[in-house]
């Protein structure tokens, strides 16, 4: 994929989005047509609006979903996305959509858009939830913990620390796979409706910081914790922008993001602060 040029032109802080065009925000996460969970966003409307805000940004589409069907995907086909046999399966039945994936971000890699993928702990495996010939060439990999795996209520009913252990081994395998960015920290526990383990704020930090993955800040359906993310800057983890767009309104929606950094006193210093795509090729 093209190294990252960043925008276009600069925005106008009249306009929305001018502020994190301003303060030279990436947005690093940003879905297609392509995902089973997108609504009305398509990769061409997304450029387009980008580039008229003035925003830096790179498509992240889901790995996991790129090996079935769009259609009833979440009816047949997520209760066995984190498993590799399964993608093996699903792709040899002709399901695999990695190629429609790279030949829809193509022209605009070509305008300099970086284009990568998030991607979540394999669970009938060490590393990533993706097969080895659809990892090469993404400019870079979000990691993701979607579900606790392995779980009869997926997470709400079981004991916390069964949840906690699936977490941390979960985080670790992202990091230990690689990955640059690790997305949305701990929103699993919200969306399960349990309570967020603050006690394991300190030891993920210390993942990030040791494997070198930016932490996302990441609304989309999600609160992020000012606490957790100061203690990654207090550590040395880069912080990573993600708007996590599946709706055009999303797009270029950065505001609660700047709003943050502000709070988390990284205003004055974001080009230390931020992480962003690197220019070289994975
Ligand atoms: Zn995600
Ligand atoms: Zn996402």
Redesign the pocket.
Known sequence: MACASGAGKRGDAAVPGGAAAKAGLFDA?V?TEL?A?AEDITAAAAFARFRELGVGFGF???ADQLYFPRQGYFEKFEVESGSLAAMRESSRAGHNRFGRYRELVAPFAAEGVPVGI?AEAAEDGPGLGVLEDDLAGWDYV?G?VHEFRGMGSRGRTEPMADLERDFMQQTEKLCRAGVSVY??PFRIFGRRGREIPKHLYRPVAEMLAAHKVAAEI?F?TNRPDPEFFALCLELGVRLSI?S?S?AMWEVGGLEKHLALLGELGAAGRLGEALWRPPCAKR
Do not use: T
């Open positions: 996460h879905h995902a969970c992240a589409e889901h998030e979000i993701a997305a949305h990441n989309h993600g996590d599946h």
